[in-house]
């Protein structure tokens, strides 16, 4: 069986959508592809995933935090890695990082959908996203990361965490002492039949577009995923 990450559908979606000027099928196929470019944003953000999952963080004076990720060090404020560390404590029966997936046919061909909670508790999934701008409500209300997860966790609820590294340019790199940390209320997503519906609607459209446009090599298998 073929599989697919929400991550890779959730790309589909906004080129499907025209989401915006940067979902572009270049921008899919990459994805669906695995090409990554360095990137900061990523690699700030994989570094506050980091800390609120092992709850540490390196020290290094006047207020001052450092952590590597990936072999680049990124530089954060004490406000950063005391609201990292609070989320983290919010949650102390969460599970982080936490792997899951399902089963989805379509008219052409089944395939297994799957992706990682960064937060899971209860019937709840929560979703910490780093943004460098304002960030608004609409991208995440009409994302399908959020009705697939809850699917995927059989869970009810699913929120996404925001934070905004305010007055973060391009130029700082890494490097992110010198901007506001500000955390935003969390976006509330309920599970319901219609969001299930929704997701077989994914699904359908993505199958064709792969059959349509002979892309199964960019898929991989289910068991591939599963066989140590």
Not at 171 to 178: F, G, I, P, Q
Request: with cysteine; net charge negative; hydrophobic share 30%.
């Amino acid at each position: 069986m073929y599989r697919i990450s929400v991550t890779s559908l959730e790309a589909f979606r906004r080129f499907r959508d025209n989401h915006s000027i940067w979902d572009t099928e270049e921008r899919l196929l990459n994805v669906l592809s695995g090409k990554k470019e360095p990137n900061a944003y990523a690699t700030i953000g994989s570094c506050f995933h980091k800390i609120v999952e092992t709850g540490k963080a390196t020290y290094v004076g006047n207020g001052i935090f450092e952590q590597e990720e990936d072999g680049v060090v990124v530089r954060l404020n004490s406000k950063t890695v005391e609201n990292a560390i609070y989320y983290r404590n919010k949650y102390p029966n969460a599970q982080h990082e936490v792997h899951g997936g399902k089963d989805f046919h379509s008219s052409l061909f089944d395939i297994h959908v799957h992706g990682y909670a960064d937060v899971k508790y209860d019937k709840t999934v929560g979703d910490i996203k780093t943004k460098y701008s304002t960030p608004h409500t609409e991208d995440y209300t009409k994302s399908c990361q959020w009705t697939f997860y809850l699917e995927i966790f059989n869970c009810s609820t699913f929120y996404f965490d925001l934070f905004q590294f305010g007055g973060y340019i391009r130029s700082m790199l890494t490097d992110v002492v010198y901007t506001e940390f500000i955390p935003y209320e969390p976006i509330e997503c309920v599970r319901t039949i219609d969001s299930e519906k929704y997701n077989q609607y994914i699904v359908e459209d993505f199958c064709n577009y792969i059959h349509t446009n002979n892309l199964y090599h960019l898929l991989k298998t289910k068991e591939e995923l599963y066989t140590p």
